[in-house]
């Protein structure tokens, strides 16, 4: 089997029984990344010599009996608005393009005490702001699938060099969808987790729930792999839950015959969707009856989402980028300025009223799945577009404003805080992925996955290779 599309138990387990050295699975991925990276522009900042010392020493380890963490010698590289020791944290931001990171972040603080080693960065839209990877310190990330298009964002290098075999697996975040657009656009899978779900420090927020981190893998087993790494409590931060990582090691092969499954293409007409996404979607809607789930067409009344993400997007961009805003303004994207000052321009009434209708959607989102299991909806409201544009002009004729109005099929559960899984949800005409979106009550992340993990096996969309990787294997 090919190294770089092995999956990351796989690898993990081969490299723990001494089948394979870490550092034959090092430079395979590095030869991977050379053959693939200059074109798809997914891995940035990279190491190389530092990740192969690292590799050799990881294998000494395993040779001399010691006990390791169930990433031992496994190759990853991290988001690059995630802060890895020794490594630059640009933020894809020229105002930061020559920032070093003198600690880990906690999340890469847990990669790495599971053995994984950082070999980069992976690219993201300037402060992760966008559903589409560009900027002015790396370029623009291409989707593997057709590099005129683009991979999403923002954690499109990560979703791109995973399912590109450069690394078997990537963490990212998410606010406004930035783990579910990227893994839907390149056919792989990324969770949004519940909020504390995956402890986050430093965070400027340190209670807002808006902004998550989570993992994007090739496959759902091996996001209950990264799960169980990643999740667990940590009192830096304050809205960890509880339940140990061990969960998501738990038995997750259960049928899902009987789930109770409500489904929507736009919630409603809250949002345009492109005619071929809409007919995608509801094609994948067969799977789960077919799988056993008592399947129906309603959504909970998520109205009032819109006003409440965009007050609370806008003032924490403000209260996080204030300092960076007034010193170098003029080095920033327009789009991001325009969110920017949204924030500078909010009082204190304007919070606290999208505070009180959050409330609101919660309650409504509780008592929704009071009755149902499992709520579906596409993850993205168009197919990936042309890698040139920033966002898409329009959908169905309706206007994109601004570069966040296509995004409402994820930011609006972004709003009330519930998991949602983006798994591979089939191909338009053209060949590029689209992702469906499985969401699940307050908290119930391993039964997301569980759904998540029915419907993979069922479809098997995720083992469909980027032509681009194919003609570039050996």
């Known amino acids: 089997m090919d190294i770089c599309y092995m999956t990351a138990q796989q690898l993990a387990l081969a490299i723990k029984q001494r089948k394979i050295s870490s550092v034959e699975v090092m430079e395979a991925f590095l030869t991977q990344i050379n053959k693939t990276n200059p074109e798809v522009n997914a891995i940035v900042s990279?190491?190389?010599?530092?990740?192969?010392?690292?590799?050799?020493?990881?294998?000494?380890?395993?040779?001399?009996?010691?006990?390791?963490?169930?990433?031992?010698?496994?190759?990853?590289?991290?988001?690059?608005?995630?802060?890895?020791?020794?490594?630059p944290t640009t933020s894809g931001s020229l105002a930061l393009q020559d920032n070093i990171a003198e600690q880990d972040d906690l999340v890469v603080e847990r990669i790495k005490n599971a053995g994984a080693i950082v070999l980069g960065k992976t690219n993201v839209p300037e402060f992760a702001a966008g559903a589409h990877t560009?900027?002015?310190?790396?370029?623009?990330?291409?989707?593997?699938?057709?590099?005129?298009?683009?991979?999403?964002?923002?954690?499109?290098g990560a979703a791109a060099a995973v399912t590109s075999g450069m690394i078997p697996f990537a963490d990212g975040s998410d606010m406004g969808g930035s783990?579910?657009?990227?893994?839907?656009?390149n056919n792989v899978v990324g969770l949004r987790p519940s909020p504390g779900r995956v402890p986050t420090y430093p965070k400027p927020a340190l209670y807002s729930t808006l902004g998550v981190q989570g993992p994007i893998t090739r496959n759902t087993t091996d996001a209950f792999f990264m799960m169980s790494v990643l999740s667990g409590p940590d009192n830096r931060s304050p809205l960890s839950i509880e339940e140990p990582g061990s969960r998501f090691l738990e038995s997750f092969e259960h049928s899902i015959s009987g789930k109770r499954v409500a489904y929507s293409t736009d919630l409603g007409g809250l949002f345009p969707v492109d005619p071929e996404v809409k007919t995608i979607f509801e094609q994948q809607i067969k799977v789960f009856e077919d799988l056993g789930?008592?399947?129906?067409?309603?959504?909970?009344?998520?109205?009032?989402?819109e006003e409440v993400f965009q007050v609370l997007r806008a003032w924490e961009f403000e209260m996080s980028y204030r300092e960076i805003f007034n010193t170098?303004?003029?080095?920033?994207?327009?789009?991001?300025?325009?969110?920017?000052?949204?924030?500078?321009?909010?009082?204190?009434?304007?919070?606290?009223?999208?505070?009180?209708?959050?409330?609101?959607?919660?309650?409504?989102?509780?008592?929704?799945f009071e009755k149902y299991d499992i709520l579906l909806l596409?993850?993205?409201?168009?197919?990936?577009?042309?890698?040139?544009l920033e966002y898409p002009p329009n959908i169905n004729g309706t206007p994109m404003e601004t570069y966040l109005d296509w995004m409402r099929s994820c930011y609006y559960i972004s709003t009330v805080g519930n998991p949602a899984l983006s798994v591979p949800?089939?191909?338009?005409?053209?060949?590029?992925?689209?992702?469906?979106?499985?969401?699940?009550?307050h908290q119930a992340d391993f039964e997301v996955l569980q759904v998540g993990h029915a419907f993979e096996q069922a479809t098997q969309y995720g083992e469909?290779?980027?032509t681009f990787t194919k003609v570039h294997q050996q």
């Open 464 to 466: 469909k290779r980027p």
């Open 425 to 441: 949800g089939g191909f338009t005409k053209n060949g590029l992925p689209l992702g469906i979106q499985i969401i699940g009550p």
């Open 179 to 185: 783990l579910r657009f990227p893994a839907a656009f």
């Open 46 to 87: 990279m190491q190389e010599e530092a990740a192969l010392a690292q590799a050799k020493e990881a294998d000494q380890k395993i040779a001399r009996g010691e006990a390791v963490g169930p990433f031992h010698g496994l190759p990853i590289a991290i988001k690059d608005t995630h802060n890895a020791k020794g490594f």
């Open 378 to 388: 596409p993850v993205s409201q168009v197919p990936p577009f042309e890698a040139e």
């Open 134 to 156: 560009f900027n002015e310190v790396f370029g623009t990330t291409r989707n593997p699938y057709n590099l005129n298009y683009t991979a999403g964002g923002s954690s499109g």
């Open 328 to 368: 170098f303004q003029n080095l920033l994207k327009p789009s991001f300025v325009w969110n920017f000052k949204k924030g500078q321009e909010l009082s204190g009434p304007d919070i606290g009223k999208a505070e009180q209708l959050r409330n609101l959607l919660y309650h409504r989102m509780r008592t929704f």
């Open 293 to 305: 789930c008592k399947v129906e067409m309603d959504f909970p009344d998520l109205t009032e989402a």
